[in-house]
């Protein structure tokens, strides 16, 4: 299984600014994914990152409000921009395994915006 | 519409004792995983276990074993021998393309 790490692991930021969270995983993946977890609720797919490649995000996530990078196969960046109190959610990472359609996840990311 | 529904917001169980969390899904692929998470209070999804849809066979891992019914589109989880250290979240999920659609989870508490 990979290891993976997220930084950081919490933050409380102002409305109107921005956040980049990093994911880190121990061994090269093709394919990293973020997710939002909002507080109670269960996890959405924010986009699919792929190394080399534009990321592709899902409906209802825009490349402005989350730019994601994914400089080699190890790493990659989330930013939350232009905050508001909506975008406090636990924010995770996760890279596919080596059998089919599995992913390990990473700790998470909890951002609380005030 | 891809949807997970887990109709069992909190359920509780004696330690030891089994218990058994339901998980609906409805899905237009016809070649897809399951999977069972769970979340602790630490916030690390872990993988339960998984069951590939063309295998007619029911999943096992230790304790941890599913009742997948394809045609009823039901993939529940039972748990056995309850432990206090599964207390935690359980989110039911299923492949759509290479991505995963989660259900709204299940907060499983243990009781000594």
């Known amino acids: 299984s990979a290891v993976i790490s997220q930084k950081p692991s919490r933050d409380i930021c102002q409305r109107g600014t921005s956040l980049t969270i990093q994911c880190q995983v121990d061994?090269?993946?093709?394919?990293m994914f973020w997710y939002r977890q909002q507080p109670g609720q269960s996890l959405t797919l924010i986009a699919t990152?792929?190394?080399?490649?534009?990321?592709?995000?899902e409906s209802g996530f825009v490349i402005d409000k989350f730019p994601i990078s994914r400089p080699n196969l190890t790493f990659s960046t989330l930013t939350v921009s232009n905050m508001s109190p909506e975008d406090s959610s636990i924010y995770l990472c996760?890279?596919?395994?080596?059998?089919?359609?599995?992913?390990?996840f990473g700790p998470g990311t909890r951002l609380t915006v005030t | 519409a891809q949807t997970v529904t887990q109709s069992q917001p909190e359920m509780s169980v004696q330690e030891a004792e089994t218990v058994t969390l339901s998980c609906t899904y409805d899905?237009?692929?016809?070649?897809?995983?399951l999977f069972w998470y769970k979340q602790p209070p630490s916030r690390q999804m872990i993988l339960v276990i998984r069951?590939?849809?063309?295998?007619?066979q029911n999943a096992t891992e230790n304790r941890f074993s599913v009742n997948f019914q394809k045609a009823a589109k039901s993939f529940s989880l039972k748990i056995s021998d309850s432990q206090l250290g599964d207390a935690a979240m359980y989110f039911c999920?299923?492949?759509?393309?290479?991505?995963?659609?989660f259900g709204p989870g299940t907060r499983l508490s243990v009781l000594p």
């Open positions: 061994s090269q993946v093709t394919m």
């Open positions: 990152a792929n190394q080399g490649s534009e990321a592709t995000y």
């Open positions: 996760s890279v596919e395994g080596t059998a089919p359609y599995e992913q390990y």
């Open positions: 069951q590939e849809a063309y295998k007619q």
């Open positions: 899905t237009s692929e016809s070649d897809y995983y």
């Open positions: 999920a299923h492949t759509y393309g290479q991505n995963f659609v």
